[in-house]
Antibody, heavy 117, light 110 residues
Framework: DVQLVQSGGGLVQRGGSLRLSCAAS????????MNWVRQAPGKGLEWVSV???????HYADSVKGRFTSSRDNSKNTLDLQMTSLRPDDTAVYYC???????????WGQGILVSVSS | QSALTQPPSVSGSPGQSVTISCTGS?????????VSWYQQSPGTAPKLMIY???SRPSGVPGRFSGSKSGNTASLTISGLQAEDEADYYC??????????FGTGTKVTVL
């Protein structure tokens, strides 16, 4: 089956760090445009980051300099290292695949990150 | 990186048509045919409904259609059904090689 399964997440204090992981099956993360998208409680979707096939990364201004997206090709996983976390980073985080036509066609199940003040 | 603008809510009776607008800029919607739409029910991941402005993935009912004019894209649901009640988000690729989502629209079936 083609799917994304997420792990990590949980409760962390302001200023802390957390690492999310997204395991892909049925395809290679290295050959795809892999993204993180988040959704704060009761709010809309917010794009967070992308890592392209050439390993170029881009980030939303709200997380730039604090979050780092990376791939582990041997494990076929996408990771998001989050540092200097703030209460407004509290959200469900989704990993998602974007096609060559630039739409999101595959989503992980989502995982909750809660940052306490 | 401002979110695309959508109306907070739209509503209609079963069988009616509703249209959701999504307004961006020349840096996103206005420059690319890379607009997509997603349906999200509470507690679930978004589901792709429309891609490349007006293309429907297999399995999505024909009552869902999309269009674009200038910096504004639109999603129309014709023949509204109770199961269409959900939140809907537009998305676009941008000139910065990033992505942006709309503010979201809650569709209510009266």
């Amino acid at each position: 089956d083609v799917q994304l399964v997420q792990s990590g997440g949980g409760l962390v204090q302001r200023g802390g760090s957390l690492r999310l992981s997204c395991a892909a099956s049925g395809f290679n993360v290295s050959n795809n445009y892999m993204n993180w998208v988040r959704q704060a409680p009761g709010k809309g979707l917010e794009w967070v980051s992308v890592i392209y096939t050439d390993a170029v990364t881009h980030y939303a201004d709200s997380v730039k300099g604090r979050f780092t997206s990376s791939r582990d090709n041997s494990k076929n996983t996408l990771d998001l290292q989050m540092t200097s976390l703030r209460p407004d980073d509290t959200a469900v985080y989704y990993c998602a695949r974007v096609t060559r036509q630039y739409y999101f066609d595959l989503w992980g199940q989502g995982i909750l990150v809660s940052v306490s003040s | 990186q401002s979110a695309l603008t959508q109306p907070p809510s739209v509503s209609g009776s079963p069988g009616q048509s509703v249209t959701i607008s999504c307004t961006g800029s020349t840096s996103d919607i206005g420059s690319y045919y890379r607009v997509s739409w997603y349906q999200q029910s509470p507690g679930t991941a978004p589901k792709l409904m429309i891609y490349e402005v007006s293309s429907r993935p297999s399995g999505v009912p024909g009552r869902f259609s999309g269009s674009k004019s200038g910096n504004t894209a639109s999603l129309t649901i014709s023949g509204l059904q109770a199961e269409d009640e959900a939140d809907y988000y537009c998305s676009s690729y941008t000139s910065s090689s990033t992505y942006v989502f709309g503010t979201g629209t809650k569709v209510t079936v009266l």
